[in-house]
């Protein structure tokens, strides 16, 4: 069938689709106020198209479903403003908060947040084309994230509870803010991987200025109100518009203490080189990554199979965590691509709502172009697109496409594709796929598949100082969350989890004194006159 016509037409629409009644959205939290933006907007464009007929047959139209606020730099100052004024060089209300009133102001967020469930779920769906069933999973975990970082935070605090005794030495040790944070999420997740920053900022005490991404930005408005009703004034503020206007001239100011920001290498970098004060900026990025699969001789075909079609297309491949190029040894890579071949052909194509539906639009202008140059440079030098009608496009749907035999000419073999193509790479050697990953420029995770122990054994001790996670027959993959998230060279910096969260957005500060009669007894009336918050002994239930 041709792909223009798993496309709705305007009666084919559902009737809860954002486009029957485009969102003008105005507002944006700054100081704890929701302001009215009276500048220009930018229209907000669905990767859902609409099927029109016309003279000449059958074609696409955009949906719109929405305008945000642009934004210009003066008023990007004037949030980085309210930030640092309500941190007030850590003097501020919030930052100096117990931290059970803080969790108390995150579990009313929370509250109001989930009320907001259904909305957020739609825009979720039409802004960037994501199954309804992945797009409910995306709101839940980031509402189990929370409340995670607040059982958590909570451990945190009874361990630094209690007072250290060492070498004659009383001392009080808790982790205490930074400062003010930016924080920038991905469109692929735009909620969850979002939040997983900007909470344990928040909970932690620093203020916070939040850009959302560039798709996936209508659904941070049904939670403004909830921003704001929950924490103090300028302790969170919510910005839109170009990155070029907001974000360089926060950089460029020097106020910014903390940065956290998913997406590529290159903007992180970007944006780092802006900071006057580059060691005073403490970063915390997800950014690109290549992940291999490694298919050993003596791997179970049905389960690699699985886990490779799951991890290559998942969310149509628009996952940092997905598996990019798949290393197949030559004595099983006819039957490998074989069952890998009948997988893909029999997963469905359609429109976010549909049930059952795997591969989805695209929402980014221009990515079926970028994917069809790949498979293109790919077959000019010798692969070829292995399932019926692979790398077929028509708007922004793109049926995925398993290229073999690739290599190291092809640009696929090096370049993160981002999408639905699969590089099917033989080896006779395993050392190939060893060299591979030594000498890549991004190191987040890779998958082993294989059933001999030593082996295994052999390849796990290699890479573990190559990346940050080794999935043992299974695909990449972040979660759970209560596991260290991070990756080697140009993949991440900093370490993503639910306890390494709040230590990335937090420092250990420590009182001490001698320990002897008269500084003990001094210590103690602190304690029990409860004139300090930072050397309470308060036990957190």
Known sequence: MSLVRFFPTAAELPADCPAQHPLTQRDYLLNGELLTWPGELSPVYS?????????????????????????????????????????????????????????????????????????VIQLLMWEIGKTYPDAAKEFDRTCDYIRDTIVALKQQDRAASHFVIEEGTLGKIRRVPVGVALCMGPFNY?????????IPALIMGNTVIFKPAKYGVLLIEPLLQAFRDSFPAGVINVIYGRGRDTVGVLMESGKIDL????????????????????????????LDAK??????????LNRTVAECVAGTLSFNGQRCTALKILFVHQSRVDEFLAALTTAVEQLPLGMPWQSGVKITPLPEPGKTDFLRALLDDATAKGARVCNADGGERMGSLFRPAILYPVNAKMRLYH??????????????????AIDYVIHSNFGQQLSLFGQDPVQLGELVDLFSNQVGRININSQCQRGPDSFPFNGRKDSAEGTLSVVDALRQFSTPTVVAAKYQPADIELIKAMVQQRSSHFVSTDFLF
């Open 259 to 286: 940065f956290a920001f998913i997406g590529t290498n290159k903007g992180a970098s970007d944006l780092k080189k802006m900071h006057p004060k580059p060691h005073r900026l403490r970063a915390v990025l997800g």
């Open 415 to 432: 370049e993160e594709q981002f999408g639905p193509l699969i590089p099917v790479v033989p080896y006779q050697d395993v050392q190939q």
């Open 47 to 119: 990767p859902v198209q609409q099927r029109v007929q016309h003279d000449e047959g059958e074609a696409l139209q955009p949906l719109l479903l929405g305008y945000t606020p642009l934004l210009d730099a003066d008023t990007a100052l004037q949030a980085l403003d309210a930030a640092v004024a309500a941190y007030d060089l850590g003097r501020g209300v919030w930052p100096r908060m117990p931290v059970l009133e803080r969790i108390q102001h995150v579990e009313q967020f929370l509250t109001q947040m989930q009320q907001k469930r259904d909305q």
């Open 190 to 198: 735009p909620l969850n991987e979002t939040f997983t920053t900007l």
């Open 291 to 300: 992940n291999p699969a490694i298919v050993l001789p003596d791997a179970d």
